[in-house]
């Protein structure tokens, strides 16, 4: 009968432990209740900034897809998208060779231009 008792003893000590711990986490959780918030939701609500704010952005034009977010959610209004493709249209595009990056037919027809590709054409055979 000892054993049973001593087991609801320390059953009964172990939950109130528990519930102790239970209760400061608690405590904690709510102390943080009325404290303002950290940080600012970036892409829906700008950050405040001085007239005077001079920090440096960091932008990767190999990585640009022009998608146009960083002018969109800049709180300084600093980036603007200006790219060579925006100038072409699709039409114009497939028939500009040399915006596609190939020779017009009057350099193809060049002696140095020539001598070029075929010795390309013996290389590859």
């Not at 054993?3 to 209760?23: A, K, S």
């Not at 060779?97 to 350099?107: D, H, N, Y």
């Amino acid at each position: 009968m000892f054993p049973m008792v001593t087991r609801f003893m320390n059953y009964g000590h172990q939950t109130v432990r528990e519930t102790r711990d239970i209760g400061q986490g608690f405590m904690i959780t709510l102390s943080h209740v009325n404290c303002l918030p950290v940080t600012i939701q970036y892409p829906y609500k700008k950050l405040i900034t001085s007239e005077c704010f001079r920090r440096r952005i960091h932008f990767e034009f190999d990585k640009c897809i022009a998608c146009e977010v960083c002018v969109r959610v800049c709180p300084i209004d600093l980036p603007v998208v200006e790219y060579e493709l925006s100038t072409y249209d699709r039409h114009e595009l497939n028939y500009n060779q040399i915006a596609l990056g190939r020779l017009p037919m009057s350099v193809i027809d060049d002696y140095t231009i020539r001598t070029i590709l075929n010795s390309i054409q013996r290389k590859t055979q």
